[in-house]
């Protein structure tokens, strides 16, 4: 499966971003999909996590409350809202699929997209 991340940007502190992941070539409803993040000069973490069907989702401690990942399997696309956001949000964030279930280490994903650049200013 193919995945295009777009939704990226700068914005303050405080601001909300929604990022979207397109997939192609395969059937979307089939992968388990998450959304990992790399700041400077730090390794690619775990963000969050959504089943195949949309109803479990998993989140790291930093961004519960904030985000929340959701999918629309009619329109092969997972997405990312990101609201209250914080400098320390600040990195390039990737989507990636995985035909297994809930995971959050970066080498159990088979298929990543090219990530998108969020900015948080204080």
């Known amino acids: 499966v193919q995945l295009q991340a777009s939704g990226g940007g700068s914005v303050q502190a405080g601001g909300s971003l929604r990022l979207s992941c397109a997939a192609s070539g395969r059937t979307f409803s089939n992968y388990y999909m998450a959304w990992f993040r790399q700041a400077p000069g730090k390794e690619r973490d775990f963000v969050a996590a959504i089943s195949w069907s949309g109803s479990s989702t998993y989140y790291t401690d930093s961004v519960k409350g904030r985000f929340t990942i959701s999918r629309d399997n009619a329109k092969n696309t997972v997405y990312l809202q990101m609201n209250s956001l914080k400098p320390e949000d600040t990195a390039v964030y990737y989507c990636?699929?995985?035909?297994?279930?809930?995971?959050?280490?970066?080498?159990?994903?088979?298929?990543w997209g090219q990530g998108t650049l969020v900015t948080v200013s204080s």
């Open positions: 990636a699929a995985r035909s297994s279930g809930y995971h959050t280490q970066n080498d159990a994903y088979q298929y």
